[in-house]
């Protein structure tokens, strides 16, 4: 809904400053984790976030299970929120409220399967459309792999940073998708705090005397092919 302070009830607090996203009404329960939902052509249905845990499951495919590990730091302490069954429909989006107290940000994190080589009939054109759409490109990844198959497949993040009130939508992806999962993690509004304050929490740094998202230290063009680490390349796994 619109934020609108007129109509909005007594037990909610409306903040309507313009900061490039639309906003919401903001629940007095500011400690609430970010919330997540999927639209597709059937509707609309909420993704309850999960621990991140190692060698979790992710998503089912084609009658294949898969797990997802080798998590970068930035998303061990996040929840995920995970398509159970994919791939999923054309014009698949996702949209995610912040629902943080003053002070603190919400990362949305997305991530894919990338291998430029064969993943462009399994990625929905997401890397292009969020590259176009403001979204920060990394190659901090978990990993996922196929059960009963050998071979580990490396993942893209795309980032965007919320404010309390503030909500995201995807774009909408242009063909089916897969191997595609969402997470979110309550942290801090780095440019809003001093040098004593940014040392205090690991999701940012001082740098250039400033405070900056400590999210991941060496950016990735959403199209360039993942380096092979941790046993990880560049391919695909099977298709059904």
Not at 191 to 214: H, Y
């Amino acid at each position: 809904p619109a934020c609108d302070p007129a109509s909005t009830p007594a037990h909610q607090v409306c903040h309507c400053e313009d900061m490039g996203e639309p906003m919401v009404p903001k629940s007095d329960d500011c400690t609430a984790a970010t919330t997540v939902t999927m639209t597709t052509p059937g509707g609309t249905q909420a993704l309850a976030g999960v621990p991140v845990t190692e060698r979790m499951a992710g998503w089912a495919y084609g009658g294949r299970n898969t797990k997802l590990h080798s998590f970068p730091n930035m998303l061990r302490e996040a929840s995920a929120h995970i398509p159970a069954n994919q791939p999923l429909p054309e014009d698949t989006e996702f949209t995610a409220t912040c629902n943080g107290c003053d002070g603190d940000a919400c990362e949305v994190f997305v991530t894919i399967h990338n291998c430029p080589a064969c993943s462009a009939g399994s990625n929905g054109n997401l890397p292009a459309q969020f590259a176009l759409g403001g979204w920060e490109a990394r190659s901090c990844a978990p990993q996922f792999a196929v059960d009963q198959l050998g071979g580990d497949y490396k993942m893209l993040t795309f980032r965007k940073m919320l404010l309390p009130g503030q909500e995201v939508t995807t774009p909408a992806s242009v063909g089916r998708v897969k191997h595609l999962a969402l997470f979110t993690l309550l942290s801090k509004d780095c440019g809003s705090l001093n040098e004593v304050s940014c040392g205090d929490t690991s999701s940012c740094k001082w740098k250039n005397d400033q405070c900056i998202s400590a999210w991941c230290p060496k950016a990735s063009g959403p199209f360039a092919p993942p380096t092979g680490t941790g046993g990880a390349t560049c391919k695909c796994p099977p298709t059904h």
